[in-house]
């Protein structure tokens, strides 16, 4: 049996990010947070965290965290159900860890959860990735679900589809203008205008503009210059601004129309990445609402295959 105020103090530590964020949260002192973590890292035989510069989890460590808030979750479904008023109605607001790319989080998914999280008294832990990478914050236990590309369900997880994100090649009108009207109707002409013009990238993890150059120009690994922008906001203003072509979600430009005065470079010509929403098989009931308003957000606003 584990040690309750042990996982707590690991929980702490890895949360806060530091031994002394963590004994102030707990109350404790620094000695007693550490010789909890020692203990606790002695019964298991081996390291839960790596104390250096920078303090961070091992896996295993991250694989205890996920089970404390497992069990932090299943213990306030059940306090609240004590307390006669459901899970959410009485007590203190829970909190749920989700991994959500960008676009996704700003063209639907907060908007369709902001009411459930009023409703029944839930705050959310986001972790911003790539939708190829957001499973590796489900794998590690950092996150109980995410918005993925993967597909295939991950050990003890239910990967549920969601729907289409659509996204398009789109330009400023000022900068179409100058490459001419053949540029404009797609082939050779085009991708070779695409290949010497700077693509607005939103990270070195975004693949979206190779996707769109391989599956219209079957042109692979390409090479191009490239302005890496990881904002939302400011990755829009770039593309206004003229800086260069980039891929743009049909989701926010239709939530944004006054603020993106854009043009789709090649018409017609889309790239469609389908979402999951992988999350826990065993869910508590604050994670299994979540879960409803998730995938009836994504109903409303992302295409249906």
């Known amino acids: 049996m584990l040690d309750a105020r042990q996982l707590d103090a690991l929980a702490a530590v890895i ?18 947070v550490s010789l909890r973590i020692k203990s606790l890292e002695d019964t298991l035989g081996q390291r839960l965290l790596v104390r250096g510069k920078q303090l961070r989890a091992t896996p295993a460590g991250l694989a205890l965290l996920g089970h404390v808030k497992q069990l932090r979750l299943m213990e306030a479904d059940l306090l609240a159900n004590w307390q006669g008023g459901g899970a959410g109605r009485a007590g203190r607001m829970q909190s749920l860890s989700v991994a959500v790319n960008a676009d996704s989080l700003t063209g639907w998914f907060l908007p369709g959860v902001v009411g459930a999280l009023q409703q029944h008294r839930l705050l959310l832990d986001i972790v911003v990735d790539d939708q190829d990478h957001t499973h590796d914050a489900l794998k590690s236990g950092e996150v109980t679900g995410c918005v993925t590309t993967l597909a295939r369900a991950m050990q003890g997880c239910v990967a549920e589809p969601l729907g289409v994100m659509r996204y398009r090649c789109m330009i400023a009108p ?11 109707t797609g082939g050779m002409a085009l991708a070779k205008r695409l290949l010497r013009s700077p693509a607005v990238i939103f990270n070195r993890k975004d693949g979206l503009q190779d996707a769109y150059l391989a599956q219209h120009f079957n042109l692979r690994d390409a090479q191009y210059p490239r302005h890496f922008v990881p904002a939302v906001d400011g990755f829009d203003l770039a593309l206004e601004l003229g800086m260069g072509w980039g891929m743009v979600p049909d989701v926010l430009a239709a939530a944004r129309p006054d603020r993106l005065a854009l043009q789709e470079v090649w018409a017609g010509h889309p790239v469609d990445v389908m979402l999951y929403w992988q999350h826990w098989a065993r ?10 308003v998730i995938k009836q957000a994504a109903r409303e606003r992302l295409l249906q295959p």
């Open 15 to 32: 949360e806060s990010g530091s031994f002394g964020a963590a004994a102030k949260a707990l109350s404790l002192t620094l000695a007693a």
């Open 174 to 184: 000022a900068l179409i203008a100058q490459w001419g009207p053949a540029a404009a």
């Open 283 to 292: 869910e508590p009931l604050a994670a299994q609402r979540l879960t409803q």
